[in-house]
């Protein structure tokens, strides 16, 4: 039976399946109470997360999002259930929290990830077109580096205890949810009262959600980034039939749920800044493509062992915390009696991006194992 699984999800239809359960679920999680055109995103919930914990006082993102850890946790399931748990690590971790910081300050800019930009694609906001080719264009920079031979080096067998580090930590904020300490007088954990922090689908229903895709995902490999490096560098549209399965499902079902609204302005939780929508999410792609997976798969491989990409986690995490301390986080569209205001960056998030970009040309031009 597990080999007759196995075979099935490592598959197109295993792969579309995934992405089919991706894109009916995130679309009932926003009808269920989660952020508009934000039934699923992992820059964001890593966000919240960061802020329940008083790593950053934005009050509005303030929340420990039961998807998150059902993510990491469902992922621990599949590698347990088909023996694939298993603990590596060792591989440039220092570069990998980079990576991780400098992909997360992209996100803010756009104001999500990979996943919710596809989300709000399928929700009618056209500004996530802008976000996507900025998305591939910093992949096919990053193929770019790895066709120069590019490489953070391999990771090695280590201790188990290193491989259980990330779903013990999962564990434990899910302890947090529901009892919901004071560790001291005006100190966390913060909840938002209002904002996006506060709007979140009943606890048991994300956790499951989360459960379900993390199960999927770690069995398929379902990655939104690989998605677009395979097309580029191998012409393989495996993983893209997952992706394309999400959009028009999530499509369909935001039709039916009447939570599609088609246009530029005035988009939930979203900006129409064209040129800092793309910058945003080409740094996070390029480096996504430099890290070898988007903020889902590092969660997924998190949850099966991978200590590399559980720095890469923590280094998100780090850089939200650090976006919304410094004020980097783009703020999104305004219209008020009828007047649109455009949100965006301010001049320090701009600067961010900029530095972002150009430390990932420097690992990228410093770290390949051949010349071109």
């Known amino acids: 039976m597990l080999n007759y699984l196995t075979r099935f999800f490592a598959s197109r239809w295993g792969i579309i399946l995934t992405g089919v359960v991706i894109g009916v679920i995130a679309p009932l999680l926003v009808k269920f109470g989660n952020p508009p055109n ?31 850890i059902g993510l990491v946790l469902g992922a621990t399931l599949a590698a347990l259930l ?24 992209g996100a803010l800019a756009f104001l999500g990830c990979p996943w919710r930009a596809n989300l709000r694609l399928a929700g009618g906001d056209l500004n996530a077109l802008i976000g996507l080719i900025g998305l591939a264009a ?34 434990g904020l899910l302890l947090l949810l529901p009892f919901r300490p004071v560790f001291g007088e005006g100190g966390p954990i913060f909840f938002s009262e209002t904002g996006p922090g506060s709007l979140a689908a009943p ?38 039939s997952g992706l394309g399965a999400l959009l028009v499902t999530a499509f369909v079902m935001n039709l ?50 991978d200590g590399d990409a559980a ?25 008020k009696d009828g007047v649109l205001t455009v ?15 150009v430390v990932m040309l420097v690992f990228g031009f410093t770290m390949c194992e051949k010349s071109a």
């Open 138 to 171: 910093g992949i096919a920079i990053g193929v770019f580096f790895l066709k120069r031979g590019f490489t953070l080096g391999r990771a090695q067998k280590t201790y188990p205890v290193v491989g259980w580090i990330m779903p013990l930590l999962m564990i």
């Open 256 to 305: 039916v749920l009447g939570q599609f609204k088609l246009g530029f302005a005035g988009q939930p939780i979203a900006h129409s800044s064209t040129l800092w929508n793309f910058l945003g999410m080409a740094l996070s792609g390029l480096a996504f493509a430099l890290a070898g997976g988007c903020p889902g798969r590092q969660l997924f491989l998190s949850g099966e062992g």
């Open 38 to 68: 934000m039934g699923i995103c992992v820059a964001c919930f890593e966000r919240d997360i960061a802020g329940a914990l008083g790593l950053h006082r934005a009050a509005a993102v303030q929340y420990i999002r039961p998807e998150i």
């Open 203 to 240: 606890v048991a229903i994300s956790l499951g959600a989360g459960l379900l895709i993390g199960f999927l995902a770690q069995r398929s490999r379902f990655c939104t980034m690989g998605a677009v490096r395979d097309v580029i560098l191998l012409r393989d549209t495996h993983l893209l």
């Open 311 to 335: 720095v890469f986690v923590l280094g998100m995490i780090t850089g939200a915390a650090f976006a919304h301390n410094f004020s980097l986080v783009a703020k999104p569209d305004v219209i």
């Open 82 to 105: 088909f023996r694939e748990f298993k603990a590596r690590a060792g591989s440039a971790p220092i570069v990998r929290f980079a990576l991780g910081a400098f992909a997360m300050i």
């Open 343 to 357: 949100g965006g960056l301010n001049p320090y998030g701009m600067i961010a991006v900029t530095l972002g970009i």
